[in-house]
């Protein structure tokens, strides 16, 4: 779809609007609706698109699928080792309180590390599933493509 | 209403998903909204669109009325319609979702945590294990796709046409749903 004009004239204005939408529904979390996992899904609809327009080769450039393996994996990392720190802190699991001197602002350094997780693990989640499906489709065209040449 | 044509399903789906979210904004639940919005509409319209490519467009016409489906569907909405009498009265005060954790959320967060959305308190910091539950869960169906889908293809592709170039695709045009 690169060479429909409006596509890429509208894609160009829309991607980067996505991804800050995106950014700001992760850290304006606290203070309006959102957190990780809209976040996250809204980060990936922006690489999504950008697929659909430009091809899947060029969104693998911007994002290879080693990446997203390793961040997918990294997002609940790094859930789960918060919970741990609040633990070697001296408090239970996922306790944020021990952070910071101040307990208001220890729980929302917790909660923006957290909620950075999700949202790394759901865009990252949400963009491989993506991948491998149309990994698929291009498979069983390289297949049939294979098989017309044999006949 | 029934559509034999699968791109159609998935769309009304994603109608469907976005007049909820609309709902949802109606009855201040701006997080849910948003999840709607994104989750619904989104990515499971995008994702169901990915799969179609994979399969072909129409379902399969089956002759006949399945009665047995229709007496389960009965019997089971007779039952939903029955247990609903036992909701508490929308939004009264003294429902169990008001009466119970949350009054203890909403008189605490401004004092424990000094963010103005309790959603967020509740999902990130109160209720922090559910929300690790549910990253994992994410992260657990990437891996079941993963599994499912990362090795080759088969050699035997069952009913997967060639796709054609759209201009060709447009002027042909496949036949209409029944």
């Known amino acids: 779809m690169k060479n429909n004009g409006i596509l890429r004239v509208l894609a160009r204005f829309l991607i980067p609007l996505i991804f800050l939408v995106g950014l700001y529904i992760q850290f304006h979390g606290e203070y309006s609706p959102g957190g990780g996992f809209q976040a996250g899904l809204v ?47 001296g408090g239970n699991y996922l306790e ?56 | 209403m029934r559509v034999r044509d699968l791109f159609a399903a998935a769309m009304l789906f994603a109608i469907y998903s976005l007049l909820s979210a609309g709902l949802f904004t109606v009855l201040d639940a701006g997080d849910v909204a948003l999840t709607e919005a994104a989750v619904g509409a989104g ?33 089971t909405g007779a039952l939903l319609g029955y247990a609903m009498l036992d909701l508490p009265e929308f939004g009264s005060p003294d429902n169990p979702a008001q009466a119970h954790v949350g009054a203890h959320y909403v008189a605490h967060t401004g004092d424990d945590m000094g963010i103005p959305n309790m959603v967020a308190a509740v999902l990130a910091s109160y209720r922090s294990i559910d929300t690790m539950g549910e990253a994992f869960v994410i992260f657990a169906a990437a891996l079941a796709v993963f599994a499912l889908l990362s090795d080759r293809p088969h050699r035997r592709l069952p009913g ?13 045009g496949r036949g209409p749903s029944a």
């Open chain 1, 43 to 89: 980060f990936s609809a922006g690489w999504i698109l950008y697929v659909l327009i430009y091809g899947l080769e060029r969104g693998l450039r911007a994002v290879p699928l080693k990446a997203m393996y390793l961040l997918s994996a990294a997002g609940v990392l790094m859930y789960a080792l918060t919970g741990l720190a609040g633990v070697l802190l």
């Open chain 1, 96 to 151: 944020f309180t021990q952070f910071l001197a101040n307990p208001q602002s220890a729980q929302q350094a917790g909660i923006i590390i957290v909620e950075l997780g999700v949202g790394l693990t759901v865009a990252m989640v949400a963009m491989l599933i993506f991948t491998l499906f149309v990994r698929r489709r291009r498979q069983w065209d390289d297949a049939l493509d294979e098989k017309d040449d044999r006949a």
């Open chain 2, 43 to 75: 990515l499971s319209t995008i994702l169901v669109l990915a799969v179609l490519t994979l399969a072909r467009r129409y379902e399969h016409p089956t002759g006949g009325h399945n009665w047995l489906a229709l007496g389960v569907v009965l019997v």
């Open chain 2, 160 to 172: 997967v046409r060639k796709r054609r170039p759209i201009s060709r695709r447009r002027a042909s």
